[in-house]
Every structure is written in structure tokens, then in C-alpha cells.
């Protein structure tokens, strides 16, 4: 009996479904009641009263939700949702010295199957602030490298202004309001439309910071951003004046030698160059070197602009030296006679001259006695002692300062000498500008 009993299968079955519905039957009678739960939207009513009173608010702890809990039966359990439930705070409500507004709850579906349904919390705390709006100009940066050789323009932007609303304390970390434009690669203009974004002093970005809490008149803003050709214009410098007596002036030095500008590409083709005018650069009474800072803006040519506006101011130096005399010595055997008379002879009272030239350091030092080249014009000397200056070819680096007359004492030849003296005389002779044979006699 045991053994039939314990290999029948269809009895071991059969007394597990007996089972299962033994227990479902006792469930459906009992059926307990559970606690549960849902995150469920909290709802604001009534902001617009703050605002019509010049107050805006904040939910402390940034809180959007709340947690409401009931009891609901084990067999209800599943059907319930965080929609069958609304919570809400009316900001009418508010208790003003405290900022606390009660959370209230409505059960939209399922009601009567609930019971004890409760929030948590049960009550959300807001601050209070005044409400402040105040216009802003639009300003327009750019982010991004454009192609080489190209420079962004100055964009145009629509409208010019709008209005920013929100807490004092919010609006008052606002420094600018503008847009931001994507240049990367390009090489003509761009347009369209984009997001106002928020800048502090540091021109640091606000807009993800402050989130929801300021509005504006208007979120898009219109824009048209030429993008400009780039070209190097070589700078020219005009000078006016004199240095002071004993200062000559030697050159111009410039921060620059050329400046970058942008512009279309017709008007950059008409600019070659920027002139600064030689009012900016007046030497006159000048002792030593002049610095002048020079504005580029005011000289660049129509239709152009600074590739970088912030590089408008050059240094240039006006150089101003001093100069320096010195005394060189002439041997008079180099001075060339014009207009030497075949029948005089022409004797000098010295056997040199003592020049004094002024100049640069720099240029004296180049000079010699040897490299200076000198006549005297002793055309109209008659004979007996004449007074002679000689004309001396310095450059325009040198300035003659004295020393260059001399003492020309003319005499007339005598008979002719026999052939033989002849000859030697004319191998001691010079030859004057006509081919007549001069003979120079230098006196101690």
C-alpha cells in the first residue's frame, strides 16, 4: 500500500494545485493593506501674485517633487501611480515672515481604494526677493579660429537691446548680455539666429548657472557678421622741423614697420600703405631723442580697419644726436687750383690747412685728411698776396666749420729759361683746368 501510494505522481500534483488554491482563497478573504509610496510633480500656483508686487521667489532646496505615501490593499497595490495624485503649493498661501506654504494633496483616481494618504514634506519653505528688470545692449563675441587670412567683422545684431528680469541678486551678477558666434573656418559672412547668453565682469559664461531664474524680453537674437579679408600695410613716416643748433636729426624708430587691417576685399585693394603725417612727428629745438605714441585709427585708409582693435597705438622715436668736431690736417699739395694763369706762379702760406668739421661720432671716424678733396678758384688773383678760400667736398654727413682760407701769394714768372731748364720746369709744374702747366710753390 505504502509503495502505491508514494509512485502515484497524479496524486503528488493534484495535492499542489488543492494547495495553491487553498492559500489564494484564504488571501482573497484576508487581502491586507500595504504602505506605498510615489514621487509625485509639485505643482506652483498663483507666482503671478508675487510678480504683480514687484517680488519673485525661490523653493529652498530647489525641490520639484514630493513623496506621497498611502495605504492601499495588497491586490490594489500594482494599479496605483504617481498620476492618481497631485501636489501643489499656492502661493497665496504663503506665510510671509517664515516663507512656508502648505503642500496640499488631491486624489484624482483610485480614491476609494486609498486611505491616510500623506506628503512628505508636508510643507516647502520659499524665499522671497525683489524683482528687478533692467536693459541690457547686446554685445556679440565670437568663439573659433576663421580661415588664415581671413578677420571677423563687426556684426549687426537685431534688436540692440533687451530687457532682463529677475532677482536683484541675480540680475546684479549680470555684466553683459549678448551672443556668441562660431567663426571656425569661416571665410565669408555669416548670419542667423541665436540664444542670449548671460556674462559676469570676468566675462565669464552665467547662462547654465542661473538657469530659470531671469527671463528675457526676447531669448533669440538676429544676426550678420562680415568676415573680413586681412592685409599688411607697410607704415611711412613724415618728419617736420630742426633739431637745436649742434643736434642733427638721424632716423625714425617704430614699435611697427607695418600694421595688419582687415577690410573688403575692394577697399583693401585700394590701400597700400598708412602714412603718419609729419605733424605727429615735429623735431624742432629737439636735444636728444622724441617718443611719440601715434593712434593708427586716425590714419588708416577708407574702408579699413585694425585686425586687432586693440593694437591701434605704435611707438615711434624720433632720433636726434649731437654732434662732435674735429680738426684735420690738408696738406695744400691737395688742393686743385681753377683757373691758374700760365704766367703767374702761386705760392701758399702754409704748407697745410687745419679743417674743422662738424658731423656724427660715427661719421668722423670715417673721414680723412686723404679722402678730402679741395680747389681754390685763383682766377681772378692778381699778383701780390690774395686772400683764397678753398671749396671743400665733404658730403652731406659733414658741416665745414673753419679753416678752409688760405694766403695765395701770385708772382710773374720770369724770361724763358733755355731748353733744358725748360724742360726740367715743366716736369715740377702743374696743370691747370685748361691744360696751361702751373707751377706751385708752397711757402713754410
Known sequence: MEKKLSNNLGLKVLSVFLAFFVWLAVMNIANP?????????LEILNGDILESSGKTYEVIGDRDTVTVYYKV????SANIKASDFRAYIDLADVYEPTGAVPVKLEVKNNSNKLESVVSKPSVIRIETEDLQRKP???ETKTEGVTEDGYNPGVATVSPTYIYVSGPVSVVGRISSVGIVINVEGANSDLSGTLPVRCFDANNNDLTDQIGDRVTFSRSEIDYTLPILKEKNLNL???????GADGYRFTGIESSRNYVEVKGLKSDLARANSVTIPKSELNMDGATGDKEVTIDLNKYLPEGVELADPAANEIKVVIKVESLESRTYEVPVSQIKQVGASGQYDYEYDRKSLNIVVK???????????????????????????????VTLE????YELVSGNSVLVTVTEKGPSA???????????SGTNESGESVKETTGA
Not at 490593499?73 to 490594489?76: F, G, H, N, V
Not at 611711412?236 to 630742426?242: A, I, L, V
Not at 733755355?418 to 715740377?428: I, K, V
Open 136 to 138: 541690457f545692449n547686446l
Open 236 to 242: 611711412t613716416f613724415e618728419t617736420e622741423g630742426t
Open 33 to 41: 493593506k500595504v504602505m506605498r509610496s510615489q514621487e509625485v510633480p
Open 394 to 397: 665733404l658730403g652731406d654727413a
Open 418 to 428: 733755355p731748353d733744358g731748364e725748360a724742360e726740367e720746369d715743366e716736369s715740377q
Open 359 to 389: 658731423g656724427l661720432k660715427e661719421d668722423l671716424d670715417q673721414l680723412t685728411s686723404a679722402a678730402i678733396q679741395a680747389e681754390l678758384d685763383v682766377s681772378s688773383m692778381e699778383p701780390g698776396d690774395n686772400m683764397g678760400t
Open 73 to 76: 490593499t495588497t491586490s490594489d
